[in-house]
């Protein structure tokens, strides 16, 4: 088992006019994921959700405190922590097979073994056919799950996922958040995601955690059980009917909004 | 420039005819290609009455039937020891070897500015001077270094070409999307591994562009220091045509070095959208 931990860890990003005080943007954050773990981090926007997950993958480093991946420091980014960005950020001038095989031809995978291993992966996603096309010919969702086969491909001990389904309509999403689960099950890594969603928190997390803003800090650290049900079978409009998921839903409604409970959720 | 622009819409507005479907607005209107047409054949008209009133002295207006003719004879016989063909072909390595040059320095130039501070304090200014200048006034000076034969005007041409192709590179590598480096940094990828397989081609179509630009940029400062130094070529023949008041010739070289300049420009294009196509599906 692997453990990426955050140690009282502080961000603060500079003074925007040199009078000015530095921005505190996270707060002595404490969190622990291990492999296995599947946690959601859920905050209303600009709660540092995106920050925390920049320092998870080593984009940024902390002012305060330190991450640790096996009580290790994390110093930069590294192919055991993948990452699902919200924009997808594949590349164009790649295919869809060549976009899945790019983290194994950075590692000098031979032609013929990244084909093959990226065809698997693509098959595993739900785009066997998919694999000579053009990135900008896919719909959204296709390029989520391409997104998703890549970070796969560096075999990472950890997934760490911004809002990875957030540009998606709600139908698509829903298919995408099952599919999601499954992936994660199949791969036993430790999955560290992020949305504004409720329900796809609940849909998705062994654990949630709740970052309220300025400056972001833990609010609540709450295990879900609703990932394993789907798992065992339940269907997920099964799940969301049962009163344990309602009551979760407004718990956690009560938590994030707070102070602003006019603001729509984003379902 | 009108004329390339011209037909740049004619070009797109072809490719665009292909889909389909399509939608039935404003049939009454006459399209622009249309008029455009219309207009080159009505100067050509104007011409030919001019000419044939004999307005001016033939020598110095001659007919567009004895610029034709003299076309012909250019292709066939030849002028200043040369055929046409010949003269182009000559012109035309001019220009592609000065491109490679200047790709072979810009583009490293571009990323170094765009990708590190010390480079782009470096190369800023260099640029920034080169920019500005006409290429004949440098000329002269490349003269005096290396000559008159084919080194110095692919020299002045490959110089001509830099700002720009410098210039695109360095804001291509400006704009490489963060996620795309992120990327790759969190799947391993070193320096030189991100600067080859994001940068480089995240920039390809800012790169391309500079190139279109240079080549027209090239193909004008060519054809100008051909006019100072030069044994063949476009501009020399002009020249030549020009001392011995050859004005047909003078206006038929003058048509051929603007059809080039199109098919350069076409050209270019369609390296952009075979190379980058995603640049243009978006
Ligand atoms: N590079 C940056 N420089 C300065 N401030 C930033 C930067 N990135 C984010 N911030 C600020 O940090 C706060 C949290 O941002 P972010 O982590 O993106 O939140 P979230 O992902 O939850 O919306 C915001 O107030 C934002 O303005
Ligand atoms: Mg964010």
Redesign the interface.
């Known amino acids: 088992m692997n453990r990426l931990f955050f140690n009282d860890v502080s961000l603060a990003y500079p003074a925007r006019d040199r009078q000015g005080v530095p921005q505190l943007v996270l707060d002595r954050i404490k969190l622990s994921i291990a492999t296995g773990e599947f946690v959601v981090v859920i905050g209303r926007s600009g709660s540092g959700k995106t920050s925390l997950l920049n320092l998870a993958a080593g984009f940024q480093e902390p002012t305060g405190g330190t991450v640790t991946l096996d009580d290790k420091p994390v110093e930069g980014p590294g192919a055991e922590r993948a990452v699902v960005f919200q924009d997808d950020a594949l590349y164009p001038w790649l295919d869809a097979r060549d976009n899945v095989a790019f983290p194994l031809k950075l590692k000098g995978v031979g032609e013929r073994e990244r084909r093959a291993r990226a065809d698997e992966l693509l098959d595993l996603v739900g785009l066997s056919a998919a694999g000579n096309r053009r990135i900008w010919e896919l719909s959204g969702g296709m390029r989520q799950r391409v997104g998703i086969a890549r970070a796969l491909a560096a075999e990472p001990r950890f997934l760490l996922l911004d809002e990875p389904l957030g540009a998606l309509d709600a139908l698509t999403r829903g298919k995408m958040q099952t599919f999601l689960l499954g992936v994660w099950a199949k791969s036993r890594s430790g999955a560290l995601l992020i949305t504004h969603s409720i329900d796809e928190a609940l849909m998705l997390a062994t654990r949630i955690v709740v970052l309220s803003p300025n400056p972001g800090r833990l609010a609540a650290d709450i295990a879900s059980s609703f990932a394993a049900d789907i798992l065992a079978g339940a269907s997920p409009s099964e799940v969301r009917a049962s009163p344990a998921f309602k009551r979760m839903q407004d718990g956690l409604t009560g938590l994030i909004h707070a102070d602003s409970p006019e603001e729509e959720l984003a379902a | 420039m009108t004329l390339i622009t011209d037909l740049t819409e004619v070009y797109n507005s072809d490719a665009k005819t292909s889909e389909p479907v399509r939608a039935p607005v404003r049939r009454r209107q006459v399209p622009i290609p249309l008029i455009s047409l219309a207009t080159v054949i009505g100067l050509l008209l104007i011409w030919a009455a001019a000419a044939s009133a004999e307005l001016v002295s033939p020598v110095f207006l001659p007919s567009p039937a004895v610029v034709a003719a003299s076309l012909w004879n250019l292709v066939s016989v030849g002028f200043v020891d040369s055929t046409l063909p010949q003269h182009v072909l000559a012109s035309l390595g001019r220009v592609l070897g000065g491109l490679a040059v200047a790709v072979l320095i810009g583009v490293p130039a571009g990323l170094a500015i765009g990708a590190s501070r010390i480079g782009r304090g470096i190369l800023d200014p260099i640029v920034e001077f080169l920019r500005p200048l006409p290429p004949l006034a440098y000329l002269p000076l490349i003269i005096i270094w290396s000559g008159i034969g084919e080194a110095s005007k692919v020299i002045v041409i490959a110089l001509s070409m830099l700002p720009s192709i410098v210039i695109s590179t360095a804001s291509g590598v400006r704009s490489v999307?963060k996620?795309?480096v992120?990327?790759?940094?969190?799947?391993?990828?070193t320096k030189r591994?991100v600067t080859f397989?994001?940068v480089l081609?995240?920039a390809?179509p800012s790169i391309l562009t500079g190139i279109r630009i240079a080549l027209g940029t090239g193909w004008s400062t060519l054809v100008a220091a051909e006019l100072v130094a030069a044994t063949r070529g476009l501009g020399f023949m002009i020249q030549s045509a020009a001392q011995f008041l050859v004005t047909d010739v003078v206006i038929a070289g003058i048509a051929v070095i603007a059809v080039i300049a199109i098919l350069l420009e076409i050209a270019a294009r369609a390296l952009e959208r075979w190379l980058?196509?995603?640049a243009s599906?978006?």
Not at chain 2, 182 to 189: D, M
């Open positions: 999307p996620d795309h992120n990327a790759a940094r969190a799947f391993g990828a591994q397989h994001v081609p995240s390809l980058a196509p995603w599906a978006k």
